[in-house]
């Protein structure tokens, strides 16, 4: 990833939490995934008044990409609103061990700082495609 690319995608990650429907717990999280061919999908997490309805921004963007025939995931960026680096869910660490467990993931706070987790180790002992053999 240049850096071009890398600044592009934390800020779409940003920008996406302005879209964000989170009035229940008023947690905005905004997400862009970026794919081998360049380019770019963003998400935001979008709840529902039947509470766990509610999907994260990571898995909006990550199904955005695959949906539009996608199928290798660069990089995963991802926005709060908060000083803390956020973790992401267990469902959405799930999803990212299925579609991009060879992604690199960025997470970015509130004052614009990152971080960068190894998509590897987020799930452990993870349940993947080959237990279904
Ligand atoms: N949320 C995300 O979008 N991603 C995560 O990894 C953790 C949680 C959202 C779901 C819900 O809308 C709000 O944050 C509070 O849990």
């Known amino acids: 990833m240049t850096k071009e690319e890398f600044k592009n995608l934390c800020e779409i990650a ?3 939490k302005n879209f964000s429907l989170s009035m229940y717990s ?3 999280v905004g997400a862009a995934v970026l794919t081998k061919s360049g380019k770019i999908f963003s998400g935001t ?3 529902n008044p039947s509470y766990s309805l509610t999907i994260c921004a990571e ?5 955005k990409a695959i949906s539009e025939g996608e199928n290798q995931i660069y990089a995963i960026a991802i926005s709060t609103d908060k000083k803390k680096f956020l973790p992401p869910c267990g469902a959405c660490r ?3 061990f299925d579609l991009a467990i060879n992604s690199e993931i960025i997470l970015i706070n509130s004052e614009k700082k990152t971080k960068k987790l190894n998509s590897k180790k987020l799930l ?4 993947g495609k ?3 053999k």
């Open 26 to 28: 008023n947690f905005r």
């Open 124 to 127: 452990p002992f993870a349940f």
């Open 14 to 16: 940003i920008q996406s």
């Open 45 to 47: 997490n979008i709840e």
């Open 130 to 132: 080959e237990h279904l």
């Open 59 to 63: 898995r909006v963007a990550l199904f």
């Open 94 to 96: 799930q999803v990212i």
